[in-house]
């Protein structure tokens, strides 16, 4: 079964500062990938996905994910947050043929002004 | 067009009740999940359902969970003689046929159980 991590579960960071969230998962077959958001009061959002093709992904509001097969990671990053950017932020994958998606428990950013 | 609508979005019930929570996906979209969302955890799959092939159960944390889906369409998911452990937020999603699809997921329904 395929399983996701998500580490450093509380995320402080400035605004301008530069974000990256890792996720590893475990699964050795072909998977697809997404990133999640949920923003305080809202309902969960894609912020973007792999399928195949350019493992280097850009997504809404400036997210951008790189898929690194050999790593097992799809880590997320953004090179300059914004205060709207605190959200939770959630990883999770999809084994090709398996209809389920595997989350990882979430990454809570907080953004200070 | 409509996204996935979830009622109620607050339930507060006593141990021991039973609870219904309903989940309308988006028109069109064959399947339909359940996920439950617990302080401090990713979600957690429950329950998924296809068309008109038997839902994969799986995910159920006891047989005090069960769900159904009418008609293609609606999905109802009842919890027996709930548990303070029940508490969570329960999450629907829906997605267009096909191997390679993003769920869409709906606002959610908080469940307290005191």
């Known amino acids: 079964a395929q399983s996701v991590s998500q580490h450093n579960h509380h995320v402080i960071l400035s605004e301008a500062a530069s974000l990256e969230l890792g996720c590893n998962y475990s699964?050795?077959?072909?998977?697809?990938l997404f990133w999640y958001v949920q923003y305080p009061g809202q309902h969960l959002q894609l912020l973007l996905k792999y399928f195949s093709g350019d493992p280097l992904v850009k997504g809404i509001k400036g997210f951008e994910a790189e898929f690194i097969k050999s790593k097992f990671s799809f880590n997320l990053r953004k090179p300059s947050v914004q205060w709207s950017d605190t959200a939770e932020y959630f990883c999770?994958?999809?084994?090709?043929?398996?209809?389920?998606?595997?989350f990882g428990k979430g990454n809570q950013v907080v953004v200070i002004p | 067009g409509a996204g996935v609508s979830q009622s109620p979005s607050n339930k507060v019930t006593e141990k021991g009740k039973d609870v219904e929570l309903r989940c309308d996906p988006i028109s069109g979209h064959t399947a339909l999940y359940w996920y439950r969302q617990s302080l401090g955890q990713g979600l957690e799959f429950l329950i998924y359902?296809?068309?008109?092939?038997?839902?994969?159960k799986s995910g159920l944390p006891s047989d005090r969970f069960s769900a159904e889906r009418t008609g293609g369409s609606v999905s109802t998911l009842t919890i027996q003689r709930t548990q303070q452990e029940d508490s969570a937020v329960y999450l629907c999603?829906?997605?267009?046929?096909?191997?390679?699809?993003?769920?869409?997921f709906g606002p959610g329904t908080r469940l307290l159980v005191l």
């Open positions: 359902f296809q068309g008109n092939s038997a839902p994969d």
């Open positions: 999770a994958v999809n084994a090709r043929g398996n209809n389920r998606l595997a």
């Open positions: 699964y050795g077959g072909t998977v697809n």
């Open positions: 999603a829906s997605r267009p046929g096909g191997a390679v699809e993003t769920q869409y």
